[in-house]
């Protein structure tokens, strides 16, 4: 959603509602009935001929394939490492298994293992289980009042997100006509996730969280929104800079309508100097890889680039700095000592637990702990559907869309990042805080093409 400017101001806002702490108000489906072990091979061999995965569920399920019994793995509040195992791959000592996983490689042993202790959890299923009956759950979206679907690492079970209105028993349904054991799955309520986006200063070199404006004639005559850039980048082979945001934050949700961009506005007698960048490439949304929901169009990112005119400077590598970050809301005031976050590399999706960061033009920097990975959400009224998207649990508001999402390098005062995605949507919960949802960068990359981001 956008802010607009012209007219009534008006910030079409979702405010969504989570039950106390996503995962304390999460609950187990109460089915006595365990799956058979014929149900457990069908879901394995579901598994193997289903559409490929993405992000952090491909990661699990290439483990899975290598070590039969891995179940996935989570960081505690704590900061512990909990790996699952099945009975059968329980027995083996933590330290064993570590030393397994470390000779697969991937992206589980290059951040999943840094820790130096892991706590075992015994495993009711198997990833491969999880992954095989997540993959039959391609009517679940008919259910009006779905927000998501998950494979959800903490609880080893799969994971559906529902609206407080919503029908759990429409959803049971579903599940049993896909053949999916109630047992398997966990329940929790949240609010529906809508698109996010508002304003701020002229700034030049152009670097990311600044704000830009667009127009949007197909709202209406001299109709313009506001959002936040995410980060500049280049392309490689390709000469010029590029940015990215929110797809929603172009004239038209996916598709190339040359939408042009300006910052911080283009207003004060439309000043030429103002634009910055015309929209450059913003793919379709359709049923990539078949993992799409009967009834919706999906991508795996809201994510598109623009192109910056020729004599605009973009601060690449570089996202604007503010003096403090909170948890709910933090400053607008660029930190005249740190001026700007510098990226030093990506990682192409959050784990579980993990501090993730942001600064957006609206709520300014703000962070807080990865609570969901991999989802596939709906972005409510919109007939799209985000696949493998990350729920993180800090401020949001307005204008925020397009924010670049980070991971820190360090801390005190150094500003060396990691960027791991987009923000688009969010809300709040019913005591005030907030989640923000974020398209990963290997989703971003998978549908932009390679991107060149530090300097």
Request: charged fraction near 20%; charge should be positive; hydrophobic fraction near 40%.
């Amino acid at each position: 959603m956008r802010a607009s400017m012209g007219g009534a101001h008006k910030l079409r806002l979702l405010t969504v509602t989570l039950l106390t702490g996503l995962i304390g108000s999460c609950v187990d489906s109460s089915d006595p009935n365990s799956p058979s072990t014929s149900a457990s091979k069908t879901a394995v061999e579901a598994a193997r001929q289903a559409p490929p995965s993405r992000g952090i569920d491909a990661e699990f399920a290439r483990l899975a394939r290598e070590i039969p019994g891995f179940g996935g793995m989570y960081y505690d509040r704590a900061g512990k490492l909990n790996v699952y195992a099945t009975k059968s791959l329980a027995t083996a000592r933590g330290a064993d298994l570590t030393g397994r996983l470390r000779s697969l490689g991937g992206t589980a042993v290059q951040r999943g293992l840094r820790s130096g202790a892991v706590t075992m959890r015994e495993a009711k299923y198997d990833y491969l289980q999880l992954q095989g009956w997540k993959s039959r759950l391609g009517r679940i979206f008919t259910v009006k009042g779905v927000v998501y679907t998950d494979i959800d690492e903490e609880a080893n079970r799969i994971g559906v997100a529902l609206t407080r209105g919503a029908s759990q028993a429409a959803v049971e349904k579903v599940l049993k006509a896909a053949k999916v054991p109630l047992d398997a799955v966990r329940f929790r309520r949240m609010g529906a996730i809508r698109p996010l986006q508002t304003i701020q200063d002229r700034l030049r070199p152009v670097p990311g969280a600044a704000q830009i404006v667009f127009p949007a004639p197909s709202e209406g005559p001299g109709a313009f929104f506001v959002c936040t850039l995410g980060f500049n980048t280049r392309l490689p082979g390709r000469s010029g800079n590029f940015f990215v945001t929110a797809s929603h934050c172009s004239d038209i949700q996916g598709g190339d309508q040359n939408t042009p961009y300006y910052q911080p506005f283009p207003i004060l007698s439309n000043l030429p100097q103002n634009r910055i960048a015309v929209e450059f490439s913003d793919p379709a949304y359709g049923n990539p890889g078949g993992l799409c929901f009967e009834g919706f169009r999906c991508r795996l990112s809201d994510a598109l680039l623009a192109s910056y005119q020729t004599g605009v400077s973009p601060d690449r590598g570089r996202i604007a700095r503010t003096t403090f970050g909170l948890q709910r809301i933090g400053s607008l005031i660029i930190d005249p000592a740190n001026p700007r976050w510098r990226v030093i590399g990506e990682f192409p999706f959050p784990f579980l637990g993990e501090t993730a960061h942001k600064v957006g033009r609206t709520t300014g920097w703000t962070r807080g702990p990865v609570v969901a990975t991999c989802v596939d959400v709906e972005a409510s009224g919109t007939g799209f559907i985000q696949l493998c998207q990350d729920i993180v649990h800090a401020g949001v508001n307005g204008g925020d869309s397009g924010s670049g999402v980070f991971e820190r390098a360090g801390a005190g005062a150094n500003s060396d990042i990691f960027l791991i995605g987009i923000l688009w949507g969010g809300g709040t919960d019913f005591d005030g805080s907030t989640v923000f949802v974020q398209s990963p960068m290997e989703n971003i990359e998978f549908e932009l093409g390679e991107l060149n981001t530090a300097p």
